[in-house]
């Protein structure tokens, strides 16, 4: 392993634990005073942390003179193209199917919790307004495209030559799942088996632009839902002052 590729391995896990140790427990102390400034906060802070790790590997890999196909991002080809093409459709119809149940239930105002179905460790992460909204979209975009290169693109690039394919795979898997260790077991759990999948994905179709459109649809999808489904406790809550 380069010397300069250690540097970079440094640098994630630094960012990892940063975003661990520091950004998260800022967060959560902020939510018990302005809510909303601490979404924006994180959401922000996890941006720059993402795009300055996926920028250390691009100007590494330039510096190197590396091949862009070594981190798989090319297109697949024939059977895994389409293949690919379906995995996403599916996921916009299921996310499309979440969406219209979210609006058909705040449309019938069924005196129920919504609240129940978003994630309880995320319910304060997840966006309230609008703008938060937007910055979900901005903030899903950068953890597709970001998460992908660092842990599908990178991990398995860098940790083959001593694990070897499936031992880099599953070291992927495993440190994806612990870098969502701020949100408990249950979203190192989750974290984890969306790992499993997504590599899945990239080694089956030997690219990374599947997972990544799928990791960007899946993180917006379960922010929209959740917002529709906040913004309908907020309008019960308003009902029930009125």
Same mark, same amino acid.
């Given at each position: 392993?380069?010397?300069?590729?250690?540097?970079?391995?440094?640098?994630?896990?630094?960012?990892?634990?940063?975003?661990? &140790?520091?950004?998260?427990?800022? &967060?959560?102390?902020?939510?018990?005073?302005?809510?909303?400034?601490?979404?924006?906060?994180? +959401?922000?802070?996890?941006?720059?942390? =993402?795009?300055?790790?996926?920028?250390?590997?691009?100007?590494?890999? @330039?510096?190197?003179?590396?091949?862009?196909?070594?981190?798989?991002? =090319?297109?697949?080809?024939?059977?895994?193209?389409?293949?690919?093409?379906?995995? =996403?459709?599916?996921?916009?119809?299921?996310?499309?199917?979440?969406?219209?149940?979210?609006?058909?239930?705040?449309?019938?105002?069924?005196?129920?919790?919504?609240?129940?179905? =978003?994630?309880?460790?995320?319910?304060?992460?997840?966006?309230?307004?609008?703008?938060?909204? #937007? +910055?979900?979209?901005?903030?899903?975009?950068?953890?597709?495209?970001?998460?992908?290169?660092?842990?599908?693109?990178?991990?398995?690039?860098?940790?083959?030559?001593?694990? $070897?394919?499936?031992?880099?795979?599953?070291?992927?898997?495993?440190?994806?799942?612990?870098?969502?260790?701020?949100? $408990?077991?249950?979203?190192?759990?989750?974290?984890?088996?969306? $790992?499993?999948?997504?590599?899945?994905?990239?080694?089956?179709?030997?690219? @990374?632009?599947? !997972?990544?459109?799928?990791?960007?649809?899946?993180?917006?999808? #379960?922010?929209?839902?959740?917002?529709?489904?906040?913004?309908?406790?907020?309008?019960?809550?308003?009902?029930?002052? !009125?």
């Amino acid at each position: 392993m380069a010397i300069l590729d250690l540097l970079c391995l440094t640098l994630i896990a630094i960012g990892l634990l940063t975003d661990h &140790f520091v950004w998260w427990p800022a &967060f959560l102390r902020q939510s018990k005073i302005d809510p909303g400034r601490a979404r924006m906060f994180f +959401m922000s802070t996890s941006m720059i942390m =993402v795009w300055t790790l996926v920028a250390a590997i691009g100007v590494l890999w @330039l510096f190197e003179a590396r091949s862009w196909g070594a981190l798989r991002l =090319v297109m697949p080809h024939g059977w895994r193209l389409w293949g690919s093409m379906g995995l =996403v459709l599916l996921l916009v119809l299921a996310l499309a199917i979440a969406y219209a149940r979210t609006v058909t239930r705040i449309t019938r105002r069924k005196r129920q919790k919504p609240v129940e179905r =978003v994630n309880p460790n995320a319910i304060e992460l997840y966006p309230h307004t609008p703008y938060e909204l #937007g +910055m979900w979209l901005a903030l899903s975009l950068s953890a597709g495209i970001c998460e992908e290169l660092v842990f599908r693109g990178y991990f398995l690039w860098v940790f083959q030559p001593m694990f $070897g394919l499936w031992g880099a795979a599953a070291f992927s898997v495993v440190t994806f799942g612990l870098a969502h260790a701020y949100r $408990g077991v249950k979203g190192i759990l989750g974290a984890g088996t969306v $790992g499993l999948l997504l590599t899945s994905v990239v080694l089956i179709s030997g690219s @990374l632009w599947p !997972a990544i459109a799928l990791h960007a649809l899946a993180d917006f999808g #379960g922010g929209l839902v959740a917002w529709l489904a906040l913004r309908q406790v907020r309008h019960a809550s308003d009902v029930v002052a !009125a």
